[in-house]
């Protein structure tokens, strides 16, 4: 049972704008930086978000993140087959004092 | 190009131990903490263990807390993990990861991650 709650499926279709949830509690998202993880199958996790919104060198706008409260966001807009991947939200927990993942989103494009 | 390289992955009983290697190539982390995380077959990310930059301050999940050691070695750019008294629930791909700011160590910002280290814990 991961501390952060993602739901474990997602689905769109090229073009289209898929957006997936993570959610958490007042002793981690509230008052923490989130960080999105894009993981392919057999391979390591990249960073796609940071510090909430920030993208890194490299990252599409196309992918863009948002928090509010306890819960936090990923879009992807204009869909691509490549995109196809796992999504892992992570923030830090005050009350567990260490960095917590959540479970995993894998997205499938139709 | 930046980049980790684990080693040191294997097959080992359970009550085994192994140490896993993390060698930077075209960065220099002496400046960052360094995380390891690992992801049990077919299951989701797990952060294990932080080393800080000068190598003096450590944490560790609960599950492994008294049975893994990180440690680091700034002149050979290589952090590393002791794993031992290995159970079954640690079979798991264990990859080492850069945090992204200098000094931090209680961020989950990983800007650069290994390929990852597999260790398999059998009889």
């Known amino acids: 049972q991961s501390v952060l709650t993602q739901p474990p499926s997602a689905s769109g279709t090229p073009g289209q704008q898929v957006t997936m949830s993570c959610s958490g509690s007042n002793s981690n998202i509230r008052n923490n930086y989130v960080y999105w993880y894009q993981q392919f199958p057999g391979t390591a996790p990249k960073l796609l978000i940071y510090k909430n919104n920030q993208r890194p060198s490299g990252v599409p706008d196309r992918f863009s993140g948002s928090k509010s409260d306890t819960s936090a966001s990923l879009a992807i807009s204009g869909l691509r087959s490549e995109d196809e991947a796992d999504y892992y939200c992570a923030t830090w927990d005050d009350s567990l004092r260490g960095p917590v993942f959540g479970g995993g989103t894998k997205l499938t494009v139709l | 190009e930046e980049q980790l390289v684990e080693s040191g992955g294997g097959l080992v009983q359970p009550g085994g131990s192994l140490r896993l290697t993390c060698v930077a190539s075209?960065?220099?982390?002496?400046?960052?903490?360094v995380s390891w995380v690992r992801q049990a077959p077919g299951k989701g990310l797990e952060w294990v263990a932080v080393i800080s930059d000068s190598g003096t301050y450590t944490d560790y999940a609960d599950s492994v807390k008294g049975r893994f050691t990180i440690t680091r070695d700034k002149a050979k750019n290589t952090v590393y993990l002791q794993v031992g008294s290995l159970r079954a629930e640690d079979t798991a791909t264990y990859y080492c990861?850069?945090?992204?700011?200098?000094?931090?160590?209680?961020?989950?910002?990983?800007?650069?991650w290994g390929q990852g280290a597999q260790v398999t814990v059998s009889s």
């Open positions: 075209g960065l220099s982390f002496s400046r960052y903490a």
């Open positions: 990861a850069k945090h992204g700011l200098p000094v931090t160590t209680d961020t989950v910002w990983l800007d650069t």
